[in-house]
């Protein structure tokens, strides 16, 4: 995804581009770090920032927003409980698979890595927007939580870098990079947007987690049919190689849980816009 494929509803408010004037410069020094230090990569630096970071946030982040409702402190421990040790079992799971190289390809004829992306999504997606409980904690915590965690998305330009050095082929790094940079460079300006609380901040958030919901939507199918794999139909030079510990990490875990926080903060946002529109 390009910039010129950024509606202008996405660009923040005269009040966020602040936050832009860090994500950027951040961005622009992460990609040049990874360029000029590859062994980051390999290393699987980028990889375990990132999902840590998203796993924290999110173990924080639901523990406050249980503590802004209305439930009492037993419930409010069960409550986190219930969602958190699913949520670990599968961190945990993913963890335990990916050290022991189960998602390489050719260790089995299954398609286990697309599984393992697409499978969390099938099944949380519609638990996520059905439980009551749930949408009573996002009632609660802050709208602008759910969107300022995904900043963690512009760790993505090291797809771009992985491009400029020649170690990642142009048709998948291109578009998955420059569309998870830009998710995270324009999350802090939309959080910063609908925190104003106006219908224009609120629309801009729902456009930001539409255009980070495309990005996947993008390179996803992209990453299939040029990964060596079941779905592959295309065979780059150089070829894509994420499906060992510890950056396979990235599509079995950062990659699903990033699009359950857009398909949260979507509900999140229409919930808070139907309850203004009933109190006018």
């Not at 104003?196 to 901040?201: A, E, F, K, L, Q």
């Amino acid at each position: 995804m390009t910039t010129e494929a950024v509606p202008a509803v996405i660009v923040p408010s005269r009040a966020a581009w602040p936050g832009l004037l860090w994500t950027i410069p951040f961005t622009v020094l992460w990609g040049w770090l990874i360029y000029r230090q590859p062994m980051l990569v390999e290393g699987g630096f980028p990889a375990m920032a990132a999902r840590l970071m998203s796993y924290g946030l999110i173990a924080l982040g639901l523990w406050l927003g249980l503590e802004n409702t209305d439930l009492t402190p037993r419930q409010r421990r069960t409550t986190w409980l219930v969602l958190m040790v699913p949520f670990t079992l599968w961190a945990t799971a993913a963890w335990t698979a990916a050290i022991n190289g189960v998602f390489r390809a050719g260790t089995t004829r299954l398609p286990l890595l697309p599984a393992a992306m697409l499978l969390p999504v099938i099944i949380g997606t519609p638990l996520l927007l059905l439980s009551k409980r749930v949408g009573q904690v996002l009632d609660a915590m802050p709208a602008t939580w759910l969107v300022a965690l995904q900043l963690y998305r512009v760790l993505g330009v090291q797809w771009l870098s992985g491009w400029l050095r020649g170690a990642q082929p142009g048709l998948w790094a291109l578009p998955a990079g420059t569309g998870d940079m830009l998710t995270g460079i324009l999350a802090v300006g939309a959080a910063i947007a609908v925190a104003t609380g106006t219908d224009r901040g609120r629309r801009a958030a729902i456009f930001w987690n539409i255009f980070g919901l495309a990005d996947f939507a993008i390179a996803i199918p992209l990453g299939m049919i040029t990964s060596p794999g079941p779905f592959q139909l295309i065979v780059p030079s150089p070829s894509i190689v994420v499906d060992a510990f510890p950056n396979v990490l990235t599509p079995t875990f950062v990659v699903p849980s990033s699009i359950l926080l857009h398909v949260l903060s979507i509900r999140q946002l229409l919930r808070r816009g139907r309850t203004e529109a009933t109190r006018q």
